[in-house]
């Protein structure tokens, strides 16, 4: 599985970016998939999950309410909305995915086999 993360860019804090995620390879709907991000300086954290099934979805505190992910199983992409967007949230944005069917959304980065290349955010006015 090939995973190509993109529309990330420069925005103004409060502003919305939407990211895509895309995966070549075998059935992508039958692949986890998550976002997670790494500031400079940091390590690289959990952003939001969602199941194969899309029916289940979970997120880092620090974007409950302000980040939605979603997938189309047709199209073999993920997105991330992310909306009110923080000059904390600025970072390298990565794409993960795992082949498993599990109900529960992995949220630990250990979980996913493939990962995207990143794609930068940066918010600042």
């Known amino acids: 599985v090939q995973l190509q993360a993109f529309g990330g860019g420069l925005v103004q804090p409060g502003g919305s970016l939407r990211l895509s995620c895309t995966a070549s390879?075998?059935?992508?709907?039958?692949?986890?998939m998550g976002w997670f991000r790494q500031a400079p300086g940091k390590e690289r954290e959990f952003v939001a999950a969602?199941?194969?099934?899309?029916?289940?979805?979970a997120y880092a505190d620090s974007v409950k309410g302000r980040f939605t992910i979603s997938r189309d199983n047709v199209k073999n992409t993920v997105y991330l909305q992310m909306n009110s967007l923080k000059p904390e949230d600025t970072a390298v944005y990565y794409c993960?995915?795992?082949?498993?069917?599990?109900?529960?959304?992995?949220?630990?980065?250990?979980?996913?086999?493939?990962w995207g290349q990143g794609t930068l955010v940066t918010v600042s006015s």
């Open positions: 969602i199941t194969a099934s899309g029916a289940s979805t």
């Open positions: 390879g075998r059935p992508f709907s039958s692949y986890a």
């Open positions: 993960a995915s795992k082949l498993t069917r599990t109900a529960v959304p992995i949220t630990r980065a250990p979980g996913y086999r493939f």
